[in-house]
């Protein structure tokens, strides 16, 4: 059965609200387009135009800042149902780049279009900021993570989270789920130098917490991980618990 484009999206969005079929008819028709990109491909830069709002369909993406002598942070990754980036458009100009650590799919729609979305549905435009929100409480925990955590906890903790992320929208097989990540790209995501990753990876195996092999991460015993991150993951909001708006007769707390 084909996946229609917004489907891992409205997978994402109904952990905290239940969309009407009309919501998702209307965000699957949403789509005007879909543009396929290869690994490290800039997807948008600062100083495109930004008419669209892209949904990561299928690969793997990134936020990230360089300075002027080339250093890189990466502040973000983007999986299949996110969307990069919905407060972009509103700003007017980005500060930042956003690339494909993969090969990567996404769909476009039209900054219009989904501003006109939310303004006709209370639901979908609530689910859609909670998204939002959900992105900034990931930003604090991944500063807290660069500033305050070891090596092996900063790891330990981005790995937790991307298993979490991950199986929300159904990507996990057991414990096993894919993560095309270089040791470079790590180290500009946990602020390591990379023979620091080596280590902190060498570490985590040696304690038989995980193991990769290619692209595919594979955690070993998923508490024991979480503990050595100290890793909570009620910031990611992912319980299922659906919130809905006051006056639903379906309101649930």
């Known amino acids: 059965m084909i996946e229609l484009p917004a489907a891992r999206l409205i997978r994402k969005l109904e952990n905290f609200a ?11 028709n949403a789509v005007t387009g879909i543009r396929a990109y290869g690994t490290h491909e800039v997807m948008v830069c600062g100083t495109d135009p930004l008419p669209v709002v892209d949904i990561i369909l299928s690969g793997f993406a990134c936020r990230f800042k360089t300075l002027a002598d080339g250093r890189r942070q990466i502040v973000a990754y983007f999986i299949p149902g996110d969307l990069c980036d919905i407060r972009i458009f509103l700003l007017r100009r980005m500060d930042h ?10 769909a476009h729609v039209p900054a219009g279009t989904l501003l006109a979305l939310m303004d006709r549905s209370a639901r979908l435009n609530r689910a859609l900021w909670w998204s939002t929100l959900v992105d900034e ?21 981005l790995f937790c989270e991307m298993y979490a992320r991950f199986k929300a929208i159904g990507l996990v097989a057991g414990t096993r789920f894919e993560l095309p990540l270089t040791q470079s790209e790590l180290a500009d995501t946990l602020a390591l130098s990379t023979v620091h990753i080596n280590r902190t990876l060498q570490e985590l195996r040696r304690q038989q917490l995980l193991s990769m092999n290619g692209k595919v991460l594979e955690i070993h015993d998923l508490a024991a991980l979480q503990a050595v991150a100290v890793f909570d993951p009620a910031y990611l909001h992912v319980d299922a618990q659906r919130r809905y708006l006051p006056g639903d007769s379906r309101v649930k707390f």
């Open 18 to 28: 239940e969309l009407s079929d009309d919501d998702k008819d209307a965000l699957h």
């Open 137 to 157: 409480a990931v930003s604090r925990e991944w500063l807290v993570n660069v500033g305050q955590r070891t090596a092996l906890e900063r790891m330990a903790h």
């Open 97 to 106: 780049t956003i690339a494909t650590l993969a090969p990567t799919k996404v």
